[in-house]
């Protein structure tokens, strides 16, 4: 099996997993008043949008050769893979840490945030199957090879991508638990806030060096 299959099966666990989380991440969001609910429910939305992107690099890569193009097209995943990082750092992380400082600012009161326990709760088993499923894939590549060498020597984006984003959702997750968990407990609704910004941090801090993993594949060695 090729190793764009191999990224194709990543980018589809990552997207089924992401959509359904979004989507419940978005109505407990409303529910609760959580900023770090909200916060989350948009990086899913973000995270759902990098997988299509993905997908298009993915299938534009594999144009045959033209006259134009006698190397074939396969760097476009390069660029599609960029732009990913650009949004996950825009779109899923500054808004998270704007969010958190809004709701700091504000000092609005969470509704019934136990509601968005539980789903952040189920949140994390589907962010860790779909984090399951890119190891899985990456662990065909790899061929005995540590995951950290692996991804030292790598070209394929596509499960860089989606590896970097399941982690940082996890690790995004487990903040939001934390604040939503110790503003259910006191009441103190600025520990959601400050796990928003948290998860904007980890964001910011995953797409930097999806960024750099990317750049040193375009200018090559």
Known sequence: MSSSSHGLKAILYAFLANLGIAMAKTWAAFFTGSGSMLAEAIHS??????????????????????????L???????????LVAILLFSVGGLFSIYEGWHKIASQEPL?????????????????FFSLRGCLKEISHL???????????ITRNVELVVVLGEDTAALIGLSFALIGL???????????????????????????????????TLIVGR
């Open 181 to 215: 968990g110790l503003a259910t407990l006191t009441g103190n609704a600025s520990y959601d806030a400050m796990g928003s910004i948290a998860i904007g941090i980890v964001l910011v801090a995953v797409s930097i060096f999806v960024a750099l993993h990317i750049k």
């Open 72 to 82: 074939a097209y396969g760097k476009l995943t390069y660029f599609w893979g960029f």
């Open 45 to 70: 939305f973000a995270d759902c949008g990098n997988q299509v992107l993905l997908y298009v690099g993915l299938r534009q890569s594999q144009r045959p050769p033209d006259p134009e193009h006698p």
């Open 142 to 152: 790899r061929k005995g090879r540590s995951l950290r060498h692996w991804l030292g």
């Open 111 to 127: 509704h019934q945030p136990w509601t968005g326990l539980i789903i952040l709760g189920l949140s994390v088993l589907l962010e």
